[in-house]
């Protein structure tokens, strides 16, 4: 490539690598060094108002020591976001923002630490890899069957001739300098799998938006994006990198290299030259099989979170809207176009157009409760309660309620007078208000008639009768019901 297509090149990925970015920011020591902190360990992904915290408690440190850093952790998150070092996502179960480290921030955090501490350029151990790798590649691609057997025969004296020696005692258990540095050079390549789960999973979200984007620019010819979701294809798995994915996190799960992978720790661990390898490189190690099940997990939970919302995007017909939208927007692009001779951008159209705001207000603008403004003026005034009136609640009770107990009374009294001249006599409710007049006017009234239709009968051929009263304001009334007869007396 010449020079100058390789430096126009570079200028473009200047401007669009947020790597690059926060490599050449102002504050890029102490970005890099709050972000290693925060995002880049155990804890890789955290609580958007944990992380405030956090970082607010190491700019009030540092500006202790002279720093200008006038910014709140918010703020200061919020460019980083929008710079691209950082990524924002919710949790489905508690609807809460978290934050981690992007791709790209983790590649810069990556090449600052390559450059703070370098590993040796030439090692016996990288060129051992190196070489098993190579030969291994020219034996898989070699297309002479004789060539290839050739080889693996080769291998194989190879190894009857290292099992021959340690059976004499001529082959010597690694130890030492050599058993460490292979053990920090294989950390250091288990170092780079953050960083592929995080391309992956960018690679995942911008497939997943292309899907999106050629469904909405699909036509009538362009139809092999919906017709797969229709049939219920997953597009998302069956892409390269979908496959690829699939592979890779097969071979994690197995539960034969899982045991092996194991074991094979536990025994390196336990070896002599163990004992000079640091407590962190140590626990990487331990748990390097456990951080690549989880991220794994991780990444088959976002294929399948973006294999269901493509298939419901499509299937509740939303994207019919969304092409709908879309072509209105280009519509009106389209005339602004050709309008743009004719009328300049800060021309006044005439036209207000409201939109939807959230009101931010200040909390210093608040007004506090102040519990004084609710003091009364004067002192409370404490008035000793009286002994109750007995005949004022009785009278307060017949204002309220229907005295049961006084209708039954008159009723058993009226029946009683008419059966002592005919011991089948009945009475009616017109009978008992005849004699007992209704003292609680209307109330005594319709006391008697639920008197009467619990405890007497409406007969079948009776004519209506007329009920009379005075009510409360002393002003005669009177209905016409139907005749309610009691047969009894009421218990």
Partial sequence: MPATARALRLLQRLEEDAAWRLLRADNAAIVAALLKEHLDGDANRRDAEDLYE???????????????????????????????????????????????????GLAALRFLESRDAPRRSLTESRLASLSAQLRQLAIDTD????????????????????????????DDALAGERATERVQDLLAQAAEVPDDFARVRTEFEQLNTLLRRRILESGESQREVLDDVFRGVDLIAESDAGRSFAGFSALVLDPALGTAFE??????????????LSIAERRALREFLTTLKDRS?????????????????????????????RGLIQE?????????????????????????????????????????????????????????DLAALRALA????????????????????????????????????????ATQGVASVVGLLALAARWGIVPAEAEPEELHWTGA?????????????FTGRIP
Avoid: C
Avoid at 263 to 276: G, S, Y
Avoid at 308 to 321: A, F, K, N, T
Avoid at 350 to 360: D, S, W
């Fill in 143 to 170: 297309p002479s069957s004789e060539r290839r057997l050739a080889r693996l025969r080769e291998e194989r004296a190879a190894i009857d001739a290292r099992i021959a020696a340690i059976e004499e005692g001529r």
């Fill in 54 to 104: 956090r970082i607010d408690a190491d700019l009030d440190d540092l500006r202790t020591h002279g720093l200008s850093l006038p910014q709140t952790a918010q703020a200061y998150v919020k460019a980083w976001r929008d710079a691209g070092f950082l990524v924002r996502r919710t949790t489905p179960d508690t609807r809460t923002e978290t934050l981690e480290l992007s791709g790209a």
């Fill in 297 to 325: 997990a991780e990444i088959h939970d976002v294929i399948t979170q973006f294999a269901r919302g493509l298939r419901r995007y499509v299937r509740s017909q939303d994207y019919q809207r969304d092409r709908v939208l």
């Fill in 332 to 388: 009106a692009l389209g005339e602004a176009r050709e309008s743009a001779s004719a009328i300049k951008p800060w021309a006044q159209l005439g036209v207000e157009l409201a939109l939807t705001h959230v009101e931010i207000r200040s909390a210093g603008a608040l007004t506090l409760h102040d519990p004084a403004e609710m003091n009364a003026p004067r002192e409370v005034e404490a008035h000793a309660g009286e002994v109750a």
């Fill in 263 to 276: 074991e094979d720790v536990r025994h390196v661990l336990e070896r002599d030259f163990a004992r000079a």
């Fill in 473 to 485: 304001d002393g002003a005669r009334r009177r209905a016409r019901v139907a005749r309610h007869v």
């Fill in 398 to 437: 017949r204002a309220t309620e229907i005295d049961f107990d006084e209708l039954t009374n008159d009723v058993n009294a009226a029946l009683g007078r008419a059966r002592a001249h005919d011991a089948t006599a009945v009475v009616s409710v017109g009978d008992v208000l005849a004699v007992n007049p």
